[in-house]
């Protein structure tokens, strides 16, 4: 399992998860758990997933992932959960 | 499982607070380039540096995308150099061409700068000290990522007086060679008392004797998420906030030990330390001078301003150590003047002179930093200065250290640019009453009484 922290953070609108999620589909990354909630009227979405069936290397993903949040306005980031686990558990 | 609220913290810290890794500097030895030949030296050194570190930059990169966290500046610190060209340089010429050395070797691997280009003078000079002391003006002047530091004082062997006058000389020589920059070459150029072996900050890194072959230190910042946090305790005792301090420190250096472990992991190098310092920048949002308004005070300089320095330096090494498995470096907050906006801002209302500087350094992490002062400072006063500051150090047992410039046709009131990370700063006055004959003296001034523990 390579877990990740995906988040995506923009103007809500119709269509966004749709649209992560195809492009995750497609490229074989498992979702294991979504969570969304709105700060300061931004929608902030972030969803938990494993990349370890993916075909293409985590670059690759954060890349096109970028791409993807441009087409639609909003601003995807992927990050591995470690960077969270060591600022937040002991 | 980590929650949303979890990420969107750390995120806000990255996006909108500078939370940063501020540099991955990778220490490396070259006691193995030791050679009486002097091209055999340089070409030891241009190989060694340029295969050990060949894949720092790429990976520091990595580093990034995979966290979406900021690694400022990838560097490279050395043995200092002293040594190293001890047994092949006759002269401060030949220590010079080193300095060209290191400065492409860092050119071809991609780092912004080399530390290292040093001598350890604290008790005594070697004829090689000497010379490479006296080579520094023209070293930094045709280089342009070397970056020297000499340590001229401990708590364990009392103050070098001979280097501290040579140095007073030295500094304006580097800052006549470098006047069409503002003096420039002064901020490459660190005087230390007690400076430690794994400093991964510049100026003043140097990769001890007391190290092994290569290793990787980190050093993190962010005081843009300690001003953040305690913008939510204004008014509260200070128990709530030196806890809010320090509990934001930890998270802070929980990030520099994560990234410190993965680049040693990708490169191979094993782990030395990490630095827990608050470094601020000139941006907005980056700046120590701002904890210390959020603390109370209107600006740094105003009375009580020693106290919260001292408290705040405290509970970052109190969060910090916790948060990782070796702490080292210099480990506090920095104070320099040009590359903190709210220094500057302080300076310029009137709230920060030279002396309360010197009072600060007492308790912050290293000394008087990145300090503009006028062009025609003689030599001596500048001496003075220096000794004072490594005096603070030795007696207190901590680092302290002086990065001054001496701004060539510069005055009082003018402002000197430096650019990008190193800001620009107003020229501060200097206290010119005569100290000539206290640094005419000459000799050593003895370690303090409580450095015989033995």
Redesign the interface.
């Known amino acids: 399992m390579n877990k990740t922290i995906i988040t995506v953070v923009g103007k809500d609108c119709v269509g966004i998860i749709a649209k992560v999620c195809t492009y995750l589909s497609a490229n074989n990354v498992n979702i294991l758990d979504i969570s969304q909630t709105i700060v300061q009227d931004f929608f902030n979405m972030m969803m938990i997933a494993d990349v370890s069936g993916s075909a293409k290397d985590f670059y690759q993903l954060s890349s096109e992932l970028e791409e993807v949040g441009q087409e639609i306005g909003v601003l995807i980031k992927i990050q591995r959960e470690d960077i969270f686990d060591m600022m937040h558990r002991i | ?11 806000e810290m990255i996006e909108k607070e500078n939370l940063d890794v501020r540099t991955i500097t990778m220490g490396i030895s070259l006691l193995d380039c030791i050679d009486s030949d002097l091209d055999k030296v340089n070409e030891a050194i241009y190989k060694k540096v340029t295969t050990m570190a060949k894949d720092l930059v790429a990976t520091g990169k ?1 580093i990034e ?5 900021p690694i400022v500046n990838k560097r490279i610190s050395v043995t200092p150099i002293a040594l190293i060209g001890s047994a092949a340089c006759k002269t401060p010429e030949d220590f010079v061409t080193i300095a060209k050395t290191l400065d492409k070797a860092a050119n071809t691997v991609g780092v912004n700068f080399i530390g290292g280009y040093s001598a350890l003078v604290s008790k005594g000079a070697t004829k090689a000290d000497n010379l490479l002391i006296r080579s520094i003006p023209e070293a930094l002047a045709v280089t342009n990522h070397v970056c020297s530091s000499i340590n001229v004082g401990s708590s364990k062997t009392g103050i070098n007086m001979d280097a501290v006058k040579l140095l007073g000389e030295i500094i304006l020589e580097t800052a006549e060679k470098s006047k069409d920059a503002d003096s420039i070459g002064c901020a490459k150029l660190v005087v230390f008392c007690n400076a430690p072996d794994d400093n991964p900050f510049m100026a003043g890194a140097f990769h001890g004797v007391t190290e092994s072959d290569a290793v990787i230190n980190v050093g993190v910042s962010g005081p843009g998420v300690v001003k953040k946090a305690l913008e939510q305790v204004r008014g509260a005792d200070f128990g709530t906030l030196c806890e809010t301090i320090k509990k934001t420190a930890f ?1 802070i250096t ?2 520099g ?2 990234v410190a472990k993965e680049a040693s992991r990708m490169l191979n190098v094993p782990f030395g330390i990490v630095d827990l310092s608050l470094a601020p920048t000139p941006a907005v949002g980056d700046s120590v001078a701002e904890i210390l308004q959020e603390i109370g005070l209107e600006y740094p300089g105003a009375p009580g301003t020693t106290a919260a320095l001292a408290l705040l330096n405290d509970q970052v090494k109190k969060g910090g150590v916790m948060a990782s498995s070796y702490v080292g470096g210099l480990s506090g907050a920095f104070i320099p003047v040009s590359e903190d906006q709210g220094m500057i801002d302080a300076v310029n209302a009137g709230c920060l002179t030279l002396e309360k500087l010197e009072a600060m350094t007492c308790v912050c992490s290293v000394g008087l930093d990145m300090i503009a002062i006028p062009g025609d400072t003689k030599a001596s006063t500048l001496s003075g200065i220096i000794a004072d500051e490594m005096a603070i150090g030795m007696i207190n047992n901590k680092t302290t250290a002086v990065r001054l410039i001496p701004v060539i046709g510069k005055k009082i009131g003018d402002i000197a640019e430096f650019g990008g990370l190193l800001g620009y700063a107003p020229i501060m006055p200097v206290n010119n009453f005569s100290c000539d004959a206290f640094i005419q003296r000459g000799g050593r001034i003895p370690a303090p009484i409580h450095s015989f523990k033995n």
């Open positions: 499982m980590i929650n949303i609220s979890e990420v969107i913290e750390t995120n990595k995308k995979s966290y979406g966290i998270k929980r990030v030990q994560l």
